[in-house]
Protein backbone atom coordinates (compact mmCIF):
# COMPACT_ATOMS: atom_id res chain seq x y z
CA UNK A 1 0.00 0.00 0.00
CA UNK A 2 1.57 3.20 -0.77
CA UNK A 3 -0.51 4.80 2.27
CA UNK A 4 0.01 5.09 5.71
CA UNK A 5 -1.73 5.85 9.46
CA UNK A 6 0.52 6.51 11.93
CA UNK A 7 1.72 8.69 14.71
CA UNK A 8 2.70 10.53 11.91
CA UNK A 9 -0.67 11.56 10.89
CA UNK A 10 -1.00 13.58 14.04
CA UNK A 11 0.79 16.14 12.47
CA UNK A 12 1.25 17.56 9.04
CA UNK A 13 5.13 17.40 7.37
CA UNK A 14 5.36 20.82 7.71
CA UNK A 15 4.54 21.13 11.13
CA UNK A 16 6.93 18.11 12.08
CA UNK A 17 9.81 20.00 10.09
CA UNK A 18 8.90 23.19 12.05
CA UNK A 19 9.55 21.24 16.04
CA UNK A 20 12.41 19.41 13.82
CA UNK A 21 13.97 23.05 13.39
CA UNK A 22 13.53 23.75 16.19
CA UNK A 23 14.58 21.44 18.82
CA UNK A 24 16.44 17.98 17.30
CA UNK A 25 20.30 18.74 16.26
CA UNK A 26 20.98 16.07 14.03
CA UNK A 27 24.06 13.48 13.92
CA UNK A 28 26.84 15.34 11.10
CA UNK A 29 24.77 17.60 10.36
CA UNK A 30 25.07 21.65 9.00
CA UNK A 31 22.25 22.46 11.23
CA UNK A 32 20.96 25.86 9.65
CA UNK A 33 21.16 24.38 6.01
CA UNK A 34 18.28 21.21 6.66
CA UNK A 35 16.19 23.84 9.07
CA UNK A 36 15.78 25.59 5.52
CA UNK A 37 15.35 22.84 3.74
CA UNK A 38 13.25 20.68 5.90
CA UNK A 39 13.96 17.32 7.44
CA UNK A 40 12.29 14.12 5.27
CA UNK A 41 9.99 12.50 7.83
CA UNK A 42 10.18 8.92 7.94
CA UNK A 43 6.98 7.46 9.83
CA UNK A 44 6.79 3.77 8.76
CA UNK A 45 8.65 0.72 7.64
CA UNK A 46 7.94 -2.85 6.84
CA UNK A 47 10.61 -5.81 4.84
CA UNK A 48 12.75 -3.61 2.89
CA UNK A 49 10.53 -0.80 2.49
CA UNK A 50 9.74 2.99 4.12
CA UNK A 51 6.77 5.15 3.88
CA UNK A 52 7.62 9.17 4.31
CA UNK A 53 5.02 11.51 6.25
CA UNK A 54 3.34 12.31 2.86
CA UNK A 55 2.35 8.55 2.11
CA UNK A 56 5.65 7.89 -0.35
CA UNK A 57 7.35 4.65 -0.47
CA UNK A 58 10.82 4.18 -0.85
CA UNK A 59 13.00 1.00 -1.57
CA UNK A 60 15.70 1.24 1.32
CA UNK A 61 18.90 0.12 0.14
CA UNK A 62 20.96 0.94 2.96
CA UNK A 63 19.26 -1.09 5.75
CA UNK A 64 18.62 2.35 7.76
CA UNK A 65 22.46 2.75 8.73
CA UNK A 66 23.78 -0.76 7.36
CA UNK A 67 21.81 -2.33 10.36
CA UNK A 68 18.04 -4.01 9.59
CA UNK A 69 19.83 -6.76 8.62
CA UNK A 70 16.17 -9.00 8.64
CA UNK A 71 14.12 -6.08 7.29
CA UNK A 72 11.69 -4.28 8.98
CA UNK A 73 8.61 -5.13 10.70
CA UNK A 74 9.94 -8.92 12.29
CA UNK A 75 7.27 -9.85 15.08
CA UNK A 76 9.47 -11.88 16.82
CA UNK A 77 12.20 -8.95 17.70
CA UNK A 78 9.19 -7.09 19.11
CA UNK A 79 7.72 -9.55 20.76
CA UNK A 80 11.30 -10.15 22.43
CA UNK A 81 11.68 -6.94 23.34
CA UNK A 82 7.80 -6.71 24.55
CA UNK A 83 8.21 -9.80 26.34
CA UNK A 84 11.71 -8.98 28.45
CA UNK A 85 10.51 -5.19 29.04
CA UNK A 86 7.51 -6.64 31.13
CA UNK A 87 9.98 -9.62 32.81
CA UNK A 88 13.30 -7.27 33.44
CA UNK A 89 13.42 -4.00 31.55
CA UNK A 90 16.50 -3.53 33.15
CA UNK A 91 19.51 -4.10 35.76
CA UNK A 92 23.15 -3.81 35.52
CA UNK A 93 25.65 -5.89 34.97
CA UNK A 94 28.45 -4.89 37.34
CA UNK A 95 28.87 -5.86 40.89
CA UNK A 96 28.83 -9.31 40.24
CA UNK A 97 25.42 -9.49 38.87
CA UNK A 98 24.11 -11.07 35.66
CA UNK A 99 20.83 -11.35 33.93
CA UNK A 100 19.26 -14.43 31.91
CA UNK A 101 19.45 -12.51 28.21
CA UNK A 102 22.91 -11.37 28.40
CA UNK A 103 24.30 -14.82 29.37
CA UNK A 104 22.50 -17.07 26.80
CA UNK A 105 23.73 -13.82 24.06
CA UNK A 106 26.96 -14.25 25.57
CA UNK A 107 26.73 -18.01 25.02
CA UNK A 108 25.02 -17.60 21.57
CA UNK A 109 27.54 -14.87 19.75
CA UNK A 110 30.61 -17.55 20.94
CA UNK A 111 28.72 -20.56 18.77
CA UNK A 112 28.00 -17.49 15.85
CA UNK A 113 31.64 -16.29 15.79
CA UNK A 114 34.34 -17.48 14.21
CA UNK A 115 36.80 -20.28 16.79
CA UNK A 116 38.30 -19.33 19.29
CA UNK A 117 36.37 -16.49 20.30
CA UNK A 118 34.73 -17.25 23.53
CA UNK A 119 34.02 -14.35 25.42
CA UNK A 120 32.09 -10.95 24.56
CA UNK A 121 32.49 -7.40 26.40
CA UNK A 122 28.98 -5.19 25.97
CA UNK A 123 28.36 -1.49 24.87
CA UNK A 124 25.90 0.02 23.55
CA UNK A 125 26.86 0.90 20.09
CA UNK A 126 29.71 0.63 17.79
CA UNK A 127 31.95 3.68 19.00
CA UNK A 128 31.52 2.48 22.23
CA UNK A 129 32.76 -0.99 20.89
CA UNK A 130 35.65 0.50 19.27
CA UNK A 131 36.23 2.95 22.61
CA UNK A 132 36.34 -0.62 24.66
CA UNK A 133 38.93 -1.81 22.07
CA UNK A 134 41.50 0.75 22.88
CA UNK A 135 41.31 0.14 26.52
CA UNK A 136 41.36 -3.30 26.14
CA UNK A 137 44.28 -3.30 24.15
CA UNK A 138 46.55 -0.92 26.09
CA UNK A 139 45.35 -3.47 28.99
CA UNK A 140 46.35 -6.17 27.16
CA UNK A 141 49.47 -5.04 26.62
CA UNK A 142 50.16 -4.13 30.48
CA UNK A 143 49.23 -7.06 31.67
CA UNK A 144 52.32 -8.38 29.39
CA UNK A 145 54.52 -6.30 30.77
CA UNK A 146 54.54 -3.85 27.87
CA UNK A 147 53.24 -0.97 29.22
CA UNK A 148 54.57 1.28 25.92
CA UNK A 149 53.44 -0.87 23.42
CA UNK A 150 50.19 1.51 22.95
CA UNK A 151 50.20 3.01 19.65
CA UNK A 152 47.30 1.55 16.95
CA UNK A 153 47.60 1.77 13.83
CA UNK A 154 44.13 2.34 11.32
CA UNK A 155 43.48 3.98 8.20
CA UNK A 156 42.65 7.04 6.38
CA UNK A 157 39.03 7.18 5.27
CA UNK A 158 38.30 4.44 7.67
CA UNK A 159 35.10 4.73 9.70
CA UNK A 160 34.93 4.06 13.82
CA UNK A 161 32.95 5.41 15.16
CA UNK A 162 32.21 9.06 16.05
CA UNK A 163 33.32 9.09 20.39
CA UNK A 164 36.38 10.80 21.29
CA UNK A 165 38.51 7.71 20.52
CA UNK A 166 35.82 6.24 17.63
CA UNK A 167 36.50 9.31 15.50
CA UNK A 168 40.51 9.15 16.53
CA UNK A 169 40.62 5.57 14.98
CA UNK A 170 38.67 6.99 12.27
CA UNK A 171 40.33 8.52 9.11
CA UNK A 172 37.94 11.41 8.43
CA UNK A 173 40.20 14.23 8.27
CA UNK A 174 37.34 16.37 8.70
CA UNK A 175 36.08 14.58 11.83
CA UNK A 176 39.50 15.42 13.27
CA UNK A 177 39.46 19.01 12.30
CA UNK A 178 36.79 18.94 15.39
CA UNK A 179 38.05 18.59 18.54
CA UNK A 180 41.46 17.98 19.11
CA UNK A 181 41.82 14.50 17.58
CA UNK A 182 42.97 11.78 17.12
CA UNK A 183 43.58 11.75 20.79
CA UNK A 184 47.42 10.44 21.44
CA UNK A 185 48.92 7.08 20.68
CA UNK A 186 46.79 6.65 17.13
CA UNK A 187 48.68 6.81 13.86
CA UNK A 188 47.10 6.38 10.13
CA UNK A 189 48.19 4.67 6.90
CA UNK A 190 46.54 4.85 3.49
CA UNK A 191 43.36 3.01 2.54
CA UNK A 192 43.59 -0.10 -0.14
CA UNK A 193 41.68 1.76 -2.79
CA UNK A 194 42.71 1.12 -6.38
CA UNK A 195 41.26 4.18 -7.89
CA UNK A 196 43.27 6.78 -5.23
CA UNK A 197 46.35 4.76 -4.80
CA UNK A 198 46.97 2.05 -7.41
CA UNK A 199 45.58 3.41 -10.79
CA UNK A 200 48.10 1.96 -13.57
CA UNK A 201 48.55 -1.20 -11.11
CA UNK A 202 47.82 -4.71 -11.23
CA UNK A 203 45.15 -4.94 -8.47
CA UNK A 204 46.48 -8.09 -6.85
CA UNK A 205 50.09 -6.56 -6.87
CA UNK A 206 48.19 -3.25 -5.31
CA UNK A 207 46.92 -5.30 -2.45
CA UNK A 208 50.26 -6.25 -1.23
CA UNK A 209 51.49 -2.69 -2.04
CA UNK A 210 49.32 -1.24 0.65
CA UNK A 211 49.37 -3.96 3.16
CA UNK A 212 53.21 -3.28 3.15
CA UNK A 213 52.35 0.42 4.44
CA UNK A 214 51.48 -0.94 7.62
CA UNK A 215 54.90 -2.67 7.84
CA UNK A 216 56.37 0.24 7.26
CA UNK A 217 54.56 2.59 9.78
CA UNK A 218 55.34 -0.31 12.20
CA UNK A 219 58.93 0.05 11.20
CA UNK A 220 58.63 3.87 11.86
CA UNK A 221 56.97 3.86 14.94
CA UNK A 222 59.05 0.95 16.52
CA UNK A 223 57.46 -2.72 16.36
CA UNK A 224 57.47 -2.58 20.37
CA UNK A 225 55.14 0.28 20.35
CA UNK A 226 52.65 -0.78 18.21
CA UNK A 227 49.34 -2.79 20.27
CA UNK A 228 47.28 -3.50 17.46
CA UNK A 229 46.08 -2.38 13.61
CA UNK A 230 42.54 -2.01 12.68
CA UNK A 231 40.72 -1.97 10.06
CA UNK A 232 36.73 -2.79 8.59
CA UNK A 233 37.44 -6.27 6.18
CA UNK A 234 35.59 -3.36 4.04
CA UNK A 235 35.24 -0.28 4.38
CA UNK A 236 31.55 0.90 4.76
CA UNK A 237 31.30 4.73 5.38
CA UNK A 238 34.27 5.27 3.33
CA UNK A 239 32.64 4.14 0.29
CA UNK A 240 31.94 0.05 0.09
CA UNK A 241 35.59 0.00 -0.18
CA UNK A 242 36.46 -3.48 -1.55
CA UNK A 243 40.34 -4.40 -1.15
CA UNK A 244 42.24 -6.42 -3.54
CA UNK A 245 41.89 -10.24 -2.36
CA UNK A 246 45.73 -10.03 -1.93
CA UNK A 247 45.27 -7.41 0.81
CA UNK A 248 44.40 -9.23 3.55
CA UNK A 249 46.29 -12.30 3.79
CA UNK A 250 49.17 -9.98 3.73
CA UNK A 251 47.95 -7.67 6.83
CA UNK A 252 47.40 -11.05 8.63
CA UNK A 253 51.30 -12.12 7.84
CA UNK A 254 52.08 -8.84 8.85
CA UNK A 255 50.18 -8.45 12.25
CA UNK A 256 51.72 -12.10 12.68
CA UNK A 257 55.71 -11.30 12.22
CA UNK A 258 55.14 -8.56 14.77
CA UNK A 259 52.91 -10.22 17.03
CA UNK A 260 50.86 -7.06 17.09
CA UNK A 261 47.16 -7.68 18.15
CA UNK A 262 44.38 -6.98 15.02
CA UNK A 263 40.95 -5.89 15.53
CA UNK A 264 38.71 -6.69 12.60
CA UNK A 265 35.87 -3.64 12.74
CA UNK A 266 32.72 -5.71 11.86
CA UNK A 267 30.13 -3.14 12.97
CA UNK A 268 28.98 -3.17 9.05
CA UNK A 269 30.20 -6.30 8.00
CA UNK A 270 29.10 -8.61 11.14
CA UNK A 271 25.92 -11.03 10.67
CA UNK A 272 25.66 -11.70 7.66
CA UNK A 273 26.22 -8.85 5.66
CA UNK A 274 29.67 -10.64 3.00
CA UNK A 275 28.02 -13.60 2.96
CA UNK A 276 29.51 -15.43 6.18
CA UNK A 277 28.95 -14.90 9.93
CA UNK A 278 31.90 -12.18 10.29
CA UNK A 279 33.60 -10.32 7.86
CA UNK A 280 37.15 -11.33 8.62
CA UNK A 281 35.90 -15.03 7.42
CA UNK A 282 34.81 -13.80 3.64
CA UNK A 283 38.57 -12.00 3.65
CA UNK A 284 40.53 -14.48 5.35
CA UNK A 285 41.91 -13.03 8.40
CA UNK A 286 42.50 -14.18 11.87
CA UNK A 287 41.62 -10.57 14.09
CA UNK A 288 41.99 -10.93 18.09
CA UNK A 289 39.25 -8.57 18.58
CA UNK A 290 36.23 -8.20 16.93
CA UNK A 291 34.39 -5.23 16.97
CA UNK A 292 30.33 -5.80 16.47
CA UNK A 293 26.96 -3.16 16.50
CA UNK A 294 24.28 -2.59 14.31
CA UNK A 295 23.51 -6.30 12.36
CA UNK A 296 23.54 -7.78 15.63
CA UNK A 297 19.95 -6.15 16.87
CA UNK A 298 18.65 -5.25 13.34
CA UNK A 299 18.92 -2.24 14.82
CA UNK A 300 15.44 -2.31 16.42
CA UNK A 301 17.70 -1.83 19.36
CA UNK A 302 21.24 -0.47 20.43
CA UNK A 303 23.49 -2.81 21.44
CA UNK A 304 27.14 -3.34 20.24
CA UNK A 305 30.05 -4.97 21.47
CA UNK A 306 33.79 -6.60 21.27
CA UNK A 307 34.30 -10.09 20.93
CA UNK A 308 37.22 -11.15 22.26
CA UNK A 309 39.69 -13.29 21.29
CA UNK A 310 41.41 -16.28 22.86
CA UNK A 311 44.86 -14.47 23.47
CA UNK A 312 43.40 -11.75 24.78
CA UNK A 313 40.71 -13.18 26.79
CA UNK A 314 43.41 -15.40 28.03
CA UNK A 315 45.58 -12.51 29.54
CA UNK A 316 42.16 -10.41 30.89
CA UNK A 317 41.22 -13.41 32.84
CA UNK A 318 44.56 -15.48 33.78
CA UNK A 319 46.51 -12.12 34.47
CA UNK A 320 43.53 -10.03 34.96
CA UNK A 321 42.71 -7.92 38.27
CA UNK A 322 40.10 -5.41 37.61
CA UNK A 323 39.54 -3.94 34.32
CA UNK A 324 38.01 -0.45 34.75
CA UNK A 325 35.85 0.22 31.76
CA UNK A 326 32.23 -0.91 31.58
CA UNK A 327 28.74 1.06 30.80
CA UNK A 328 25.48 1.14 32.44
CA UNK A 329 24.04 -0.71 29.48
CA UNK A 330 26.73 -3.36 28.83
CA UNK A 331 24.62 -6.36 28.53
CA UNK A 332 21.65 -4.48 28.65
CA UNK A 333 19.08 -7.76 29.08
CA UNK A 334 16.21 -5.70 26.48
CA UNK A 335 18.92 -5.64 23.83
CA UNK A 336 20.40 -8.58 24.68
CA UNK A 337 16.63 -10.04 24.18
CA UNK A 338 16.44 -8.69 20.58
CA UNK A 339 19.45 -9.57 19.38
CA UNK A 340 19.06 -13.33 20.52
CA UNK A 341 15.64 -13.61 18.80
CA UNK A 342 17.66 -11.62 15.56
CA UNK A 343 20.67 -14.30 15.58
CA UNK A 344 17.57 -17.04 15.55
CA UNK A 345 16.02 -15.61 13.11
CA UNK A 346 19.30 -15.11 11.02
CA UNK A 347 19.50 -18.61 11.49
CA UNK A 348 16.23 -19.97 10.94
CA UNK A 349 16.36 -18.42 7.92
CA UNK A 350 19.63 -19.62 6.56
CA UNK A 351 20.41 -15.63 5.83
CA UNK A 352 23.56 -16.07 5.32
CA UNK A 353 23.63 -18.77 3.45
CA UNK A 354 20.64 -16.53 1.23
CA UNK A 355 23.48 -13.85 1.01
CA UNK A 356 26.42 -15.60 0.18
CA UNK A 357 24.72 -18.07 -2.29
CA UNK A 358 21.85 -16.76 -4.08
CA UNK A 359 21.19 -12.90 -3.58
CA UNK A 360 24.56 -11.91 -3.04
CA UNK A 361 25.94 -13.48 -6.29
CA UNK A 362 22.96 -12.34 -7.95
CA UNK A 363 23.50 -9.09 -7.21
CA UNK A 364 27.40 -9.30 -7.65
CA UNK A 365 26.53 -10.27 -11.64
CA UNK A 366 23.79 -7.56 -11.86
CA UNK A 367 26.48 -4.97 -10.64
CA UNK A 368 29.20 -6.35 -13.29
CA UNK A 369 26.36 -5.63 -15.87
CA UNK A 370 26.18 -1.98 -14.76
CA UNK A 371 29.58 -1.47 -15.77
CA UNK A 372 28.25 -1.09 -19.23
CA UNK A 373 26.24 1.87 -18.49
CA UNK A 374 27.91 5.45 -19.79
CA UNK A 375 27.91 6.97 -16.39
CA UNK A 376 29.06 3.82 -14.49
CA UNK A 377 33.43 3.48 -14.21
CA UNK A 378 33.58 0.96 -11.98
CA UNK A 379 31.83 -1.33 -9.76
CA UNK A 380 32.47 -3.72 -6.96
CA UNK A 381 30.56 -5.51 -4.34
CA UNK A 382 30.86 -8.78 -1.38
CA UNK A 383 27.62 -10.39 -0.25
CA UNK A 384 25.51 -7.25 0.07
CA UNK A 385 27.48 -4.36 -0.04
CA UNK A 386 27.70 -2.98 -3.29
CA UNK A 387 29.22 0.34 -4.59
CA UNK A 388 29.30 2.22 -8.19
CA UNK A 389 31.40 4.64 -9.39
CA UNK A 390 29.90 7.94 -11.29
CA UNK A 391 32.95 8.46 -13.84
CA UNK A 392 33.45 10.84 -16.60
CA UNK A 393 34.40 8.20 -18.87
CA UNK A 394 35.83 4.41 -18.62
CA UNK A 395 39.52 5.07 -19.44
CA UNK A 396 42.13 7.59 -18.83
CA UNK A 397 45.68 7.91 -19.36
CA UNK A 398 46.83 7.73 -15.87
CA UNK A 399 44.86 4.29 -15.89
CA UNK A 400 41.31 2.96 -14.72
CA UNK A 401 38.48 5.73 -15.10
CA UNK A 402 38.21 9.32 -15.55
CA UNK A 403 37.24 10.86 -12.48
CA UNK A 404 34.29 13.55 -12.53
CA UNK A 405 35.87 17.24 -10.92
CA UNK A 406 34.59 16.62 -7.21
CA UNK A 407 33.42 20.27 -7.47
CA UNK A 408 30.10 19.09 -9.53
CA UNK A 409 29.33 16.74 -6.64
CA UNK A 410 28.08 13.91 -9.18
CA UNK A 411 27.02 11.89 -6.57
CA UNK A 412 25.16 14.06 -4.78
CA UNK A 413 22.97 14.69 -7.80
CA UNK A 414 22.24 11.10 -8.31
CA UNK A 415 21.30 11.04 -5.14
CA UNK A 416 18.80 13.72 -5.10
CA UNK A 417 17.51 11.58 -8.27
CA UNK A 418 17.12 8.33 -5.91
CA UNK A 419 14.73 10.04 -3.38
CA UNK A 420 12.61 11.77 -6.08
CA UNK A 421 12.44 7.95 -7.51
CA UNK A 422 11.48 5.92 -4.47
CA UNK A 423 15.27 4.15 -3.83
CA UNK A 424 17.12 5.47 -0.70
CA UNK A 425 20.96 4.66 -1.91
CA UNK A 426 23.92 6.91 -0.51
CA UNK A 427 26.50 9.20 -2.24
CA UNK A 428 30.06 8.93 -0.66
CA UNK A 429 31.81 11.53 -3.09
CA UNK A 430 30.98 9.62 -6.39
CA UNK A 431 30.75 6.31 -5.45
CA UNK A 432 27.13 5.41 -4.84
CA UNK A 433 26.44 2.65 -2.51
CA UNK A 434 24.07 -0.13 -1.67
CA UNK A 435 23.93 -2.26 1.36
CA UNK A 436 20.03 -3.72 1.32
CA UNK A 437 18.28 -5.97 3.77
CA UNK A 438 19.62 -9.60 3.64
CA UNK A 439 16.13 -10.41 3.23
CA UNK A 440 16.22 -9.52 -0.11
CA UNK A 441 14.70 -11.91 -2.68
CA UNK A 442 15.81 -11.74 -6.44
CA UNK A 443 12.79 -10.35 -7.57
CA UNK A 444 13.50 -7.46 -5.44
CA UNK A 445 16.98 -7.19 -6.70
CA UNK A 446 15.50 -6.96 -10.06
CA UNK A 447 13.42 -4.09 -8.41
CA UNK A 448 16.24 -2.62 -6.99
CA UNK A 449 18.26 -2.43 -10.23
CA UNK A 450 15.25 -0.89 -11.75
CA UNK A 451 15.72 1.81 -10.12
CA UNK A 452 19.38 2.29 -10.36
CA UNK A 453 19.20 2.14 -13.78
CA UNK A 454 16.59 4.81 -13.80
CA UNK A 455 18.67 7.42 -11.28
CA UNK A 456 21.85 6.64 -13.52
CA UNK A 457 20.04 7.80 -16.83
CA UNK A 458 17.96 10.61 -15.30
CA UNK A 459 21.49 11.98 -13.50
CA UNK A 460 22.85 11.34 -17.34
CA UNK A 461 20.32 13.46 -18.73
CA UNK A 462 21.01 16.47 -16.06
CA UNK A 463 24.31 16.35 -16.24
CA UNK A 464 23.81 16.37 -20.40
CA UNK A 465 21.39 19.35 -19.81
CA UNK A 466 24.55 21.20 -17.53
CA UNK A 467 26.90 20.53 -20.22
CA UNK A 468 28.87 18.30 -17.86
CA UNK A 469 28.96 14.62 -19.19
N1 LIG B 1 32.48 1.12 13.05
C1 LIG B 1 31.98 1.03 11.83
C2 LIG B 1 32.70 0.20 10.81
C3 LIG B 1 30.81 1.70 11.50
O1 LIG B 1 30.32 1.63 10.26
C4 LIG B 1 30.14 2.45 12.49
C5 LIG B 1 28.85 3.20 12.22
N2 LIG B 1 28.48 3.38 10.93
C6 LIG B 1 30.72 2.52 13.76
C7 LIG B 1 31.88 1.82 14.02
C8 LIG B 1 30.09 3.32 14.85
O2 LIG B 1 28.94 2.73 15.31
P1 LIG B 1 27.85 3.58 16.10
O3 LIG B 1 27.32 4.61 15.17
O4 LIG B 1 26.86 2.54 16.53
O5 LIG B 1 28.52 4.19 17.28
Redesign the pocket.
Known sequence: SNTTSTSASTRSTAEWQAADAAHFLHPFTDFQALARKGSRVIAKADNLYLWDSEGHKLFDAMSG??CVNVGYGQKSLVDAAARQMLELPFYNAFFQTTTPPAVELAELLAEVAPPGFQHVFFSG??????DTVVRMVRRYWELQGQPGRDVIISRWN??????MA?ASL?GMKYMHAQGGLPIPGITHIDQPYWIEHGRGMDRADFGKLAASWLEQKILEVGPDKVAAFIG?PI???GGVIVPPETYWPEIQRICDQYGILLVS?????GFGRTGQWFGCQTVGSRPDLI?F??GVTSGYV?L?GVLVGERVAKALIEQGGEFEHGYTYSGHPVACAVALANIKLIREQGLVEHVRDDVGPYLAAKFEALRDHPLIGDTQTCGLMGAMLLAKAKTSAAGGPELFDPALEVGMVCRSHCFANGLVMRAVGDRMIIAPPLVITRAQVDELMGLIHRCLDLTVAELRTRGQF
Not at 265 to 269: G, Y
Open positions: LWSGSEGNAYHGSTGGEQGADEVICTAKPG
